[in-house]
């Protein structure tokens, strides 16, 4: 865009030069008629110097003006700015302006055709950068229309530059007979020098006046281009600063972004950003000009382009879900979105695809449902474990109690062994059952597992056979494990018998302990782990190993790969149960043909150690307190007070913790409150020890249950009192009361206060 129209270049007027030629013909009366007519052509030469010299300035308005409406028509065709569209106007308004004072100027036919061929030509340049602004979006024809206005443009600017070197040529022609006019005027004024120098050096002056405006006119002129071609250069930089942040920020997103142009039958990749390299592992040199059967596997490559297709004629967008591709780091799992973008000459669209990975969040997502499948699968097979708690107690307690009052070596006595040893078995399901089920009662401490090993050692080799050869490989300085130590020893045989399944023909089992950190990263992987210190202990096998489908399903209670009769399917259950429980986290690897590793991340303790655990006596205590009996399972609560009598105890029975409260209120007198943890009422084992201990601080309490889950569901503190789970034996009970009468401090509970 140029500046604004400057006013035009005037001379003195024809009437001021008059008047002085006039004093000039009254004074040199002798040279009158000469002066006149040489001032007469004088003034004839110069105006038509004038003339020409605003045919010149006009014209290269004229082309300045026109080329504002050529840069300002190709600067909307690259950004889509309007400001240019106002530009390109405001330049063919100026053209036609100029156009207008360039026909007033014109005084012979050569110039008036010269000036007919530089209109058409501009009209015509005005008319392609129209076109140019309507086919932005079609990029085939715009080309097309840049170099047709290209060339036009070039042929307007030789027509202009034939017309400035005529009027350039006539400019001098007149000059010359200016001069020679000036010449003659002052010889003509010889004569009268005194009285005409005066007007001879105004003149003059006219014509120094007039050679410093043309002066000032170039100067402008150049000052004009200067200023188009800082406006280009900084639109220019605009435009690359505007493709440098769109770049910038295609190449910083996260998710794989492709554009695709149709090649053929299919489509061709003409842009790919930094995650698009990443996913699919290769260079972008390698991805650009491909295809998909470039890319990927034959049938995948279908799936994409049947997509493609589908999208480009369909001309909406669409979300294809679950997508599986095969890249050179593996097949992964993508959602990806497609959106057509159409061309505008009426061929097929490009597609623009922007696809994410969502293959980690599609693993924790099965890993979650796994975890919830494992969890309602545990609430059911704990619920039904403490049902069948209840009724193996009655068996086995009357069992025992038939047992006693029968004569040794008879038939019937060997009946009664059998249907004790089948309720110890289903005891030791139960207790399995229980542990998958997390709902086993623990008792946890600081536990190194250094110092544990070696104990257990020559069980497993007893377990494992000769042909299996048992490696330790410890860790120095290894942390504490906050465990119940007992459950250790019970997973290692159930791992270690596992492994010698998986090792028929013999092999080595190897047994190693671990300083682990678990960070959040791994946690973020892994649903169910809390990042923190674990003590890792692992069992790893050189076996079979195991399938993908076999690990899925590997902790499920009942599930082995053994032959019918050699395993219950729930040693792993139980191992996972207790890790479970206790806090902690288990993690199998394993490939067909290449063995097994079982990883069990176990609670860091901040303790000091283990403490000496107390075998149990040979002799079963008996006493003769009085023990008030709570339990709602009247069956249960009749074994129970069998035993009790029969190890010489007094009992006082209650159905649930309200009648329990209602003899104790009623004056009932008592050393021990043996009490079931979950009943009926909406009043369990600890609500009711927590009642009578209001007002007796020393009560002393056994509690017992087929699972403590309730009590962990109210925060109740597990280890407060001694509890013992069902089922029992009678010896076990008999350890457990006179433990709870002689260990705890008190008084003896009465029903007053």
């Known amino acids: 865009m140029r500046e604004a129209l400057r006013p035009p270049i005037r001379s003195p007027s024809l009437g001021r030069q008059k008047v002085v030629l006039a004093i000039a013909f009254f004074v040199i009366a002798a040279v009158s008629l000469l002066a006149f007519v040489s001032i007469q052509r004088l003034i004839t030469a110069s105006g038509r110097v004038e003339h020409t010299q605003n045919i010149l300035v006009e014209t290269n308005h004229f082309l300045s ?80 229309s ?64 007039e050679a410093e405006r043309r002066r000032q006119l170039e100067e402008e002129l150049r000052a004009l281009n200067l200023a188009l071609e800082d406006r280009i250069q900084q639109r220019t930089s605009e435009v690359k600063k505007a493709r440098d942040l769109l770049n910038a920020v295609v190449e910083n997103l996260p998710d794989m972004v492709l554009l695709k142009e149709p090649s053929g039958e299919g489509f061709r990749y003409v842009l790919v950003n930094a995650a698009g390299e990443r996913l699919l592992g290769r260079d972008r040199q390698e991805i650009l000009g491909k295809t998909e059967f470039d890319l990927y596997p034959p049938d995948e490559a279908t799936a994409v382009l049947d997509a493609n ?46 696809v994410r990975d969502v293959t980690s969040a599609k693993a924790l997502e099965d890993q979650l449902r796994q ?23 009655i068996i086995h307690g009357n069992s ?27 005891a030791g399901l139960v207790r399995r059952l229980l542990a998958f089920a997390r709902m086993q009662h623990l008792e946890a401490e600081a536990v190194d597992l250094n110092a544990r090993l070696p104990d257990v050692l020559g069980l497993l080799q007893r377990a494992l056979g000769e042909n299996i050869r048992i490696q330790v490989r410890t860790c120095e300085g290894l942390w504490l494990a906050h465990i119940d130590p007992t459950q250790v020893d019970d997973a290692l045989v159930n791992l270690a018998i596992n492994a010698r399944h998986a090792m ?45 489908e076999v690990i899925a399903r590997a902790f499920e209670p009942f599930f082995t790969t053994k032959e019918e009769g050699q395993g219950t399917g729930l040693g792993l259950s139980q191992v996972f ?33 283990t403490g000496p655990s107390r075998e149990p006596d040979s002799v079963i205590p008996t006493g003769d307190e009085t023990i008030l009996v709570v339990e709602d399972n009247p069956s249960v609560r009749k074994t129970v007070i069998r035993q009790l009598h029969d190890l010489g105890y007094q009992t006082i029975e209650a159905e649930n913790g309200t009648r ?57 503190p597990v280890k407060r009192d001694p509890l013992l789970s069902k089922p029992y034996r009678k010896q076990d009970l008999g350890r457990a009361v006179r433990s709870a009468l002689d260990d705890q401090v008190g008084t003896a509970a009465t029903g007053s206060s």
């Open 65 to 144: 003006d026109l080329k504002d409406v050529e840069n300002g028509g190709r600067s909307y065709f690259l950004t889509g700015d309007d400001r240019f569209l106002s530009i390109q106007r405001r330049g063919i308004a100026n053209v036609r302006a100029t156009s207008a004072r360039l026909r007033k100027l014109q005084d012979s036919a050569e110039l008036e055709r010269r000036l007919d061929r530089l209109f058409a030509l501009a009209e015509r340049r005005i008319e392609s950068s129209r076109q140019l602004v309507a086919l932005r979006t079609m990029p085939g024809d715009a080309r097309r």
């Open 146 to 209: 840049v170099a047709i206005g290209t060339s036009v443009m070039e042929q307007a600017k030789r027509e202009a530059e034939a017309i400035i070197a005529d009027q350039t040529e006539t400019y001098g022609r007149d000059r010359r007979s200016l001069e020679r006019q000036a010449r003659l005027t002052s010889l003509a004024l010889a004569i009268g020098v005194v009285l005409c120098l005066s007007a001879i050096a105004w003149l003059f002056r006219v014509r120094e006046q």
């Open 309 to 354: 297709k589908a999208v480009a004629d369909s001309g909406q967008p669409r979300v294809f879900n679950d997508r599986r591709i095969t890249t050179p780091g593996g097949a992964r799992t993508v959602e990806t979105r497609m959106v057509p973008i159409a061309t505008g000459n009426g061929s097929r669209p490009l597609i623009l695809a922007i």
């Open 371 to 393: 975890l919830q499948r494992m969890d309602a699968i545990g609430r059911l097979t704990g619920g039904v474990a403490h049902d069948f708690n209840n009724l193996l107690a």
């Open 400 to 426: 025992e109690l038939l047992r006693a009052r029968l004569d040794e070596g008879s038939e019937e006595a060997e009946m009664a062994d059998d249907v004790i040893g089948a309720a110890a078995r289903g």
């Open 504 to 548: 028929p023909g013999g092999g080595t089992l190897i047994i190693e302990t671990q300083n682990v950190h678990l960070d959040e990263d791994y946690a973020s992987h892994h649903v169910e782990v809390s990042p923190g210190d674990y003590v890792m202990l692992a069992v790893s096998d050189t076996g079979s190993g195991m399938s993908e």
């Open 577 to 609: 149960g207790w890790v479970k429980q206790s806090g902690g986290h288990v993690k199998i690897y394993s490939e067909l043909g290449h063995g097994t590793t079982v990883k069990l991340y176990l609670p860091r303790s901040q303790g000091s150690g």
């Open 660 to 716: 329990a409260i209602d003899l104790v209120a009623g004056g009932a007198r008592f050393d021990l409150l043996l009490t079931d943890v979950v009943m009926p009422g909406g009043m369990t084992g600890y609500d009711l020890v927590d009642r009578l201990r209001s007002d007796r601080l020393g009560l002393k309490v056994l509690l017992t249950s087929g699972y403590t889950e309730l009590a962990v569901g109210q925060n109740q």
